[in-house]
């Protein structure tokens, strides 16, 4: 299989694989907009009503970075060397 | 239009194909924003808006320059992205998940003519490794060349996260069978103990009334005890007690 192919192959899992867990179909992934997409996320933990207080920001901004709920790089790139060493 | 748009546009569909689904994806296992990639977002964006500025001014030197450290920007998002998931995958398999299921009798299970544990685990040793080989390749540069390794591991992992998706029912009704099993087990223990107590109990009394008669026959008809403790004796060994 060529590098290209592995890379589409990755790509419509990913497509599959995100769809399923925010429960849209791979069409609706396509076509939404990343605050919306943001929304189905934090809806899935049940935390969006944490939100609503915000000035007003959320509902127009990414709800993600409004929670705070960012990822730590610096654990990241440690915990990949700890794991793939 | 100038014609360097054209290599613009395809820093731009590779975000759109890439980038953008790989954001998607970390958000979605994380429920996190990956921050990292905003200042990279950020970066490309300032040399994308420098050539629709000064372009006119540029010359084609600068201009490739330009885009070339664009997109390098976009290729160190596809990297650090990809290597988040890889931890996520990682971390899933071989800890959350195994966790989940401990003690459950899930590794012989067939799956359309496949053992679950060697699927499990050929999968997960095939992607770590492709992992490694990635990392490796990135440290000798350059860098981009390890996106496609990366991806070959994120195909492993996937099918792997798909196979689980796909077969969970059957996973957690064994879990839940399992789990029936161990309360019954549980049950029973408890129904045993409380009955050893009974028992216990039965024959505390029965002993202290034997003793005790044993105790008025000896001064009254040592022979008549002797009898007692005799019989006592067979009761004990026929019953068990």
């Given at each position: 299989m060529s590098e290209e192919t592995h890379t589409e192959n990755s790509?419509?899992?990913?497509?599959?694989?995100?769809?399923?867990?925010?429960g849209i179909s791979i069409e609706d992934l396509k076509n939404l907009d990343d605050n919306k997409i943001e929304e189905l996320v934090v809806k899935r933990k049940g935390t969006l009503k944490h939100t609503v207080n915000i000035g007003g920001l959320i509902p127009r901004g990414n709800p993600l970075l409004g929670l705070g709920k960012f990822l730590d790089s610096e654990k990241v790139t440690k915990r990949f060397n700890e794991i793939f060493s | 239009m100038p014609e360097y748009w054209d290599k613009v546009k395809g820093l731009y569909i590779n975000y759109h194909t890439n980038v953008g689904l790989l954001i998607i994806d970390v958000e979605v296992k994380y429920n996190q924003f990956p921050t990292q990639i905003l200042n990279e977002?950020?970066?490309?964006?300032?040399h994308v808006s420098r050539i629709a500025n000064e372009g006119a001014t540029f010359s084609q030197e600068e201009v490739e320059e330009q885009i070339r450290r664009a997109g390098r920007h976009i290729v160190r998002m596809q990297l650090d992205l990809l290597k988040v998931?890889?931890?996520?995958?990682?971390?899933?398999?071989n800890g959350r998940f195994?966790?989940?299921?401990k003690g459950v009798p899930i590794?012989?299970?067939i799956f359309a003519g496949i053992r679950f544990d060697t699927y499990y685990f050929q999968k997960l040793t095939k992607a770590t490794n492709l992992v490694k080989q990635a990392k490796r390749i990135e440290l000798v540069g350059p860098a981009e060349v390890a996106i496609p390794v990366y991806e070959k591991a994120m195909v492993e992992f996937q099918e792997?996260?798909?196979?689980?998706?796909?077969?969970?029912?059957i996973l957690d009704e064994t879990k839940a069978r399992k789990q029936e099993k161990t309360d019954k087990e549980i049950q029973d223990r408890k129904d045993e103990r409380k009955s050893d107590k009974m028992e216990s109990f039965i024959r505390g009394i029965f002993t202290s009334l034997i003793a005790a008669a044993l105790f008025a026959a000896f001064f009254e008809e040592p022979l008549f005890a002797i009898m007692i403790a005799i019989m006592v004796a067979i009761v004990y060994m026929v019953f068990k007690l």
């Open positions: 790509i419509s899992l990913r497509l599959r694989i995100i769809a399923y867990n925010l | 977002i950020r970066s490309f964006t300032t998931l890889t931890i996520w995958y990682f971390d899933e398999f195994k966790e989940e299921y590794d012989d299970i792997l996260e798909l196979f689980i998706i796909e077969n969970k029912p």
